[in-house]
């Protein structure tokens, strides 16, 4: 099994541009993450997704960033326009209730922003 | 709310020598307490959990309620072992919010 896939693996942008993230999570992970990795920091939860619904979206800066689960299966992450303190590892995990909900996270290899 | 804390960025020890990472959390309430790892240039995974009190590699990790601890132990630290390491939390109440805390390197000295 491929585990989950993310890309980029690296963007460098200049600030005030767009940028959009990709993940796909695990067949039949119905539960999605988007986590906010800084240097040195652990990751921070931007968003989850249960199926197609934003479940829990409290931490999302909702001015600049977005995101998507079209159809329940993969999701996109946005930032527009992005900011210097964007920089960061953008983390996408999934997670699925039929493994005996034992709330283990699968985390993809993350996309690496530096925004110039 | 749900907070975890590692107080330790950095963490040197030398092969053989017993390792401790610690982890203290505040939540009210029954949570499920993870350790994650993440070697270099892998992605982060999971290490243990304390429901399944297991030794996954050696290390174990016992939850202690009263202290609000979850302790990531080894008795023997070996080169591999080296990496970081997240202690996680998970709260009940119908939904799957998993809270990370800051991380600790740990540095295993041959």
């Known amino acids: 099994e491929a585990g989950v896939v993310q890309s980029p693996r690296y963007k460098i942008i200049e600030k005030k541009q767009p940028v959009a993230f990709w993940c796909n999570p695990i067949s039949g992970h119905n539960t999605l993450y988007w986590y906010l990795q800084n240097l040195g920091q652990g990751p921070e939860l931007l968003i989850r997704y249960e199926n197609e619904e934003a479940v829990d979206d409290s931490q999302l800066p909702k001015d600049r960033f977005s995101a998507e689960r079209l159809k329940g299966v993969d999701s996109t992450l946005k930032i527009q326009p992005a900011e210097l303190g964007d920089s960061a590892v953008y983390l996408c995990?999934?997670?699925?209730?039929?493994?005996?909900?034992?709330?283990?996270?699968?985390f993809g290899e993350g996309s690496r922003l530096t925004v110039l | 709310a749900q907070r975890v804390t590692q107080p330790e960025k950095l963490l040197s020890v030398f092969k053989g020598a017993p390792v401790e990472l610690k982890c203290n959390y505040s939540y009210s309430g029954s949570p499920e307490l993870f350790w994650y790892v993440q070697y270099s240039r892998q992605r982060l995974q999971l290490l243990l959990r304390?429901?399944s009190r297991e030794s996954i590699k050696g290390f174990t990790a016992d939850l202690n309620k009263g202290e609000t601890s979850f302790h990531l132990k080894k008795p023997f630290a070996q080169e591999e072992d080296s990496a970081m390491y997240y202690c996680?939390?998970?709260?009940?109440?119908?939904?799957?919010?998993?809270?990370f805390g800051t991380g600790t390197k740990l540095q295993v000295i041959p």
């Open positions: 995990a999934s997670s699925s209730p039929r493994q005996g909900n034992t709330g283990e996270l699968f």
């Open positions: 304390h429901i």
């Open positions: 996680a939390l998970r709260g009940f109440g119908g939904y799957q919010k998993v809270t």
